[in-house]
């Protein structure tokens, strides 16, 4: 390489021959490098799993590799029937009983931000007594994208969900709602990252927006598979292509081609090659090719059309030409595809998104020019938007609270507090809150739950809500002071709990309060002044029923209120006084010790004194005669202190 460069021995040696060797080599560094940039792009993030699965797993025939369950929120793993072919060849999946709460989800915390093809198989539990086909909604990142229908466990085009959505916060979440009608049950995941421009379709395309994949065709081609079978680009994500030989029988025939095909597999939808070597042509019988499907009506469809000329008897532009029809409007005039490719056996892929009234799609390739249309591949989304989540802080909030009150089970509390809007969780209310964009919890009622446990501080977090009911529980504590920052809180209701201890102080604050009920319950205390002057302007306040509270009209009265300086105070002349007394215990004790050492000095210097209180003593001996032993230890006492 550093000989190639040098110009020196360039100059020198350069035959006509080596010149050209030169350049060739040289053409090709440049080529390696111009080719670098897309070498290096990492391949797209794939996660697969295996729902119900204890070990890894690889399927044939592409030994695609199935990570051993993970993220799910509960649910029980089970053996599995596959209800279709395409289904991949996994044996276990897991399923989530009614008595593990309304809403469950995989929540899957390593997955890049980006654009992905998220996609759910779905599979039926291997048991005698599980013999009917659950239906269920499912929802990505909080959007609801889809309600399973009856019957689709006979249909192969059901056996899968696809969403292409773009995940933006580190994580996908996607969660399965009980509908009443049997246990979801979830054979696998997968997430497929895909170009960050796949399928744009128009400004309306973004974050904002999720495309559930309605379907995909492959026209002409005998059998359903997916971009691995057709060794397609990975950051096509594996799309499933379904295959349709016929839209209406004997008036379209299929016909295909070994011919390579231009300009396929391109970004950013990437699309396998073997795709436009099939397409259906429409005969003499009915120029028109026309498919339709049934569809949900009110929803916006985003369809994208396939087209290369592969039939050998068009060789060049202006030889066909056709209009295409959606739902009997003209979505595109004069469409020519080799003119508009630029060759024959070139690819060209034409979108269209639609609002859709009725039940039906149809699609009308209409020739204008030629005698027969043709078509490729047709793809066909749901155009769905994305919901807004709860806010962040709150949902945190609810899952401390969940946890503190060991909210039973059945509850769920899995996914988004609020949305789907069509599955919030039981208990919370939500609201939309225009500044911020996101959902809010304005209410909390979870009275007569049989919950234990305590109320945490962090339920302050949960700064909009309007009203508590936490009413008939078994709640142990203290009510946390913090309550008193939720500003807009209107009503609580406590009652019939065990909180103990006093109502805090800063529950004088909350200056919406209309409702409070704290009676039977353990508390004890001063009843804030605040809500005892609150109770004149209508407010609706219960505090009966406790360990002992007092202050306020209704309830005893406390004793002397002293504030934190009187209480001082009265402490510092406790002290004093004790000292006091303390100094003159000594002092006595002193003083007595002197006057008995005073008195034996006395008794041993002056034998007169001691004389005559001997003498005394006999008096009185003589006088109190029954009383001798007493005296004698009297007497002994002040011998034995000094
Ligand atoms: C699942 O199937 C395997 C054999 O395929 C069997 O050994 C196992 O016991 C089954 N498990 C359950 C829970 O039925
Ligand atoms: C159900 O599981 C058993 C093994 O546990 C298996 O032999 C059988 O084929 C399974 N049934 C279906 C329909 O997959
Ligand atoms: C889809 O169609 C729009 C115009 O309707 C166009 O701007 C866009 O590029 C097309 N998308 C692709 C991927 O071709
Ligand atoms: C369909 O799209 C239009 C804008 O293009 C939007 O106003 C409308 O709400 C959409 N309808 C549905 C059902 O999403
Ligand atoms: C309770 O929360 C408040 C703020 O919400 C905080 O200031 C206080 O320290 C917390 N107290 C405890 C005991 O965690
Ligand atoms: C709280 O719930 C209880 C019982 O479910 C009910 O009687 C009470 O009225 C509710 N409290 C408020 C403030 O609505
Ligand atoms: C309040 O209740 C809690 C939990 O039951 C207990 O640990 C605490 O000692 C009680 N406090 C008082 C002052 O009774
Ligand atoms: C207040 O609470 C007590 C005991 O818990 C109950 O008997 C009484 O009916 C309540 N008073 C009102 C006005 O609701």
Known sequence: MRRLWSPERERVNCSHFEA???????????????????????????????????DDVHTPPTNTLWYKDFGYTGGIPVNATRTSFITPQLHTLRYFPLSEGPENCYNINTVPNGHYSVRIFFGLVNETNFDNEPLFDVSVEGTQIYSLRSGWSTNDEEAFLEAIVFLTDGSASLCFHSTGHGDPAILSLEMLQVDDSAYYFGPQWGQGIILRTDRRLSCGTEKAKFDADYSGDHWGGDRFWDSITTFVQSSDRSISTQNSIKKASISPNFYPEVLYQTALISTDNQPDLTYTMDVDPNRNYSIWLHFAEIDPSFTGG???????????????????????????????????????????????????????????????????????????DEVTALQTLKSAL????????????????????????????RTSSKWVIDGLGLDNQGLRGFLPNDTSQLRHLQSINLSGNSIHGAIPSSLGTIASLESLDLSYNFFNRSIPESLGQLTSLRRLNLNSNSLSGRVPEALGGRLLHRASFNFTDNAGLCGIPGLPTCGPHLSAGAKIGIGLGLCVALLLIFTCLICWWKRRQNILRAQRIAARDAPYAKARTHFSRDVQMTRHHGQEHARTAAENGPSLLA
């Open 318 to 392: 202006g030889q066909r030409v056709f209009d295409i029809l959606i739902n009997g409007d003209v979505a595109f005039h004069d469409v020519d595809i080799v003119s508009m490719s630029g060759d024959i056996n070139s690819a060209i892929v034409l979108n269209k998104t639609v609002a859709v009234n009725g039940r039906s799609v149809t699609i009308t390739m209409h020739p204008t020019k030629g005698g027969y249309a043709i078509i490729n591949a047709i793809e066909i989304f749901e155009v769905i938007m994305a919901e807004s989540k709860t806010l962040p």
């Open 406 to 433: 060991g909210l039973p089970l059945r509850f769920g509390w899995n996914g988004d507090p609020c949305v789907p809007q069509q599955h919030p969780w039981s208990g919370a209310n939500c609201q939309f809150d």
């Open 20 to 54: 050209t060797m030169l350049r060739r080599v040289l053409m090709f560094f440049t080529l390696l490098l111009a080719l670098q940039p897309s070498n290096a792009q990492p391949a797209p993030y794939a996660m697969r799993i295996s729902c119900g699965a204890r």
